[in-house]
């Protein structure tokens, strides 16, 4: 399959499917697309949390330092990615491994690649047949948990994907003591 890295990556809110599309393209032309459900990005979403939070440096401080240090390293993350870039869609040349159709992603897993500090294997997989794994750098990650954030707040799922639980979402912003929308 693909030894591609990760060009871009898009997480949109299909309303006829009640579902977001995630699409993944690669460096070397080819291009991922999965369904997935509120169930299942309610799943996968304490195990990207866990992630952030035990990086090396950050996993031993407490758990309001620990929550302030992966809001900050987030901030910085999200602030250097580039949201704005259309996402390019299929050329003539772009491969589609898993089919011109999304998949439905039914089985996640995210583990710490060995040997490589702060880098992590995201699989993705369907109930039968391909899926794939994507290796993400601690900024590829950050990138993909606010894109899967922004994405499931604008399908009103009413999910607490924050990174620090309790505290809204980033996309929401403080003035005057009032949390506006």
């Not at 690669?26 to 299942?40: A, N």
Request: a negative charge; one cysteine or more.
């Amino acid at each position: 399959m693909s030894q591609g890295k990760v060009h871009q990556l898009q997480a949109a809110y299909a309303p006829a499917e009640d579902r977001l599309l995630l699409r993944i393209n690669t460096t070397d032309q080819m291009e991922f697309r999965f369904w997935l459900t509120r169930r299942f990005v309610q799943r996968l979403w304490p195990a990207l949390r866990q992630s952030l939070e035990m990086q090396p440096g950050i996993a031993t401080l407490d758990p309001f330092a620990r929550a302030s240090m992966v809001e900050f390293m987030h901030e910085q993350a999200t602030a250097a990615a580039d949201f704005q870039a259309p996402f390019e869609s299929t050329t003539p040349g772009t491969v589609m491994p898993l089919g011109q159709h999304p998949v439905l992603a039914i089985h996640a897993k995210l583990e710490a690649v060995p040997g490589q500090e702060g880098l992590r294997r995201l699989h993705l997989h369907p109930a039968q047949g391909y899926g794939i794994e994507v290796a993400m750098d601690l900024s590829l990650l950050h990138a993909f948990c606010k894109l899967l954030a922004d994405a499931a707040l604008s399908a009103e799922w009413h999910l607490d994907l924050t990174l620090t639980p309790g505290v809204p979402h980033t996309l929401a912003s403080l003035e005057g003591g009032r949390v506006l929308h």
